[in-house]
């Protein structure tokens, strides 16, 4: 596990000559989005949230620490881009105005896996989050690896004056085990939990218009509420996620969903505005 007071963590920056802690400053706001386990959503809901920051005029990055699942760049349409470097660093890549950095656009090709160990790992997100020329920003979504093992820990650690997390959760037991570990891996560390969204929460048919609880339904709220966290609120399993995702599009334009994830976004910016903004 990295420690706060790694000595390489204050050095400058080899590229721009700006030391690495000042490249951080320049963005408002910074929150990760974490998960007990992977699967849950957690990159869906990352990419869209970025989506939903840009079109309401906010300057986004996206930095995708998950190494070995680097999902955002197909998530929003840039497989085919590649991260370049500059003399400020590592440039990020852009899609619809977001910036994007992630393993996957530095992989030969998009089934390349990443079969590094824990010490390659380490130093690819050190990079990722002290040599990125994001410029100003107002909002940086980082995009955790799943769990509560050591590179989540080293990633949240790495990162200074963060805003907060958000956990995102599924609703059936198992996996709300997971997520209250989650929750309680970052109050652990210090960091301020901003709230829990259930995702694949219920499930209407669209032929009948039934809905059917596939995963059970509420059991976000319920342990947000036990561990004393606000809720933001609850996606519903929907097919057209999974279409538009596959294809690198955002659902927010999609009536109901978008409608449902526009409001766990206005509760989050709430949620910001309580302490600053
Ligand atoms: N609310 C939802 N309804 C239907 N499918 C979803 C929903 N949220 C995510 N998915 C799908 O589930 C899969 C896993 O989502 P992903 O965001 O990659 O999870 P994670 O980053 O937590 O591993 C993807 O195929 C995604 O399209
Ligand atoms: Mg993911």
Redesign the pocket.
């Known amino acids: 596990m990295e420690n706060e007071k790694d000595p390489d963590r204050k050095r400058d920056s080899p590229a721009s000559g700006e030391k690495e802690d000042d490249r951080l400053k320049k963005i408002r706001h910074k929150i990760v989005i974490g998960?007990g386990?992977?699967?849950?959503?957690?990159?869906?809901?990352?990419?869209n949230m970025a989506i939903s920051f840009k079109r309401r005029g906010y300057s986004v990055g996206i930095l995708d620490a998950?190494i070995t699942?680097p999902?955002i760049p197909k998530?929003l349409g840039i497989e085919e881009k590649r991260l370049t470097a500059s003399d400020e660093g590592i440039e990020p890549a852009d899609s619809m105005g977001i910036k994007v950095v992630s393993m996957a656009l530095l992989l030969e090709s998009r089934d390349s896996a990443v079969v590094w160990r824990g010490p390659m790992k380490m130093a690819a997100l050190k990079q990722f989050v002290f040599d990125v020329n994001w410029g100003e920003l107002d909002f940086l979504l980082v995009?955790l690896p799943?769990g509560t093992s050591d590179e989540p820990i080293s990633v949240v650690q790495l990162l200074s004056g963060m805003d907060g997390a958000i956990v995102?959760t599924t609703p059936q037991d198992v996996a709300l085990l997971d997520s209250r570990k989650a929750v309680n891996m970052f109050l652990m560390m210090g960091v301020r939990v901003l709230g829990i969204i259930e995702?694949?929460?219920g499930f209407r048919c669209p032929n009948c218009g039934t809905v059917v609880n596939i995963f059970s339904r509420g059991g976000g709220e319920r342990a947000a509420r036990e561990l004393g966290v606000d809720f933001l609120g609850s996606?519903?399993?929907?097919?057209r996620?999974?279409s538009v995702?596959?294809m690198g599009k955002s659902f927010i334009e999609n009536g109901d969903?978008g409608e449902a994830f526009e409001k766990i976004v206005d509760r989050l910016l709430e949620k910001l505005s309580e302490k600053k903004v």
């Open positions: 998960s386990k992977g699967g849950v959503g957690k990159s869906t809901v990352t990419a998950d699942g999902d998530l995009d799943p995102v995702n694949m929460s996606l519903p399993l929907d097919p996620i999974v995702s596959d969903i």
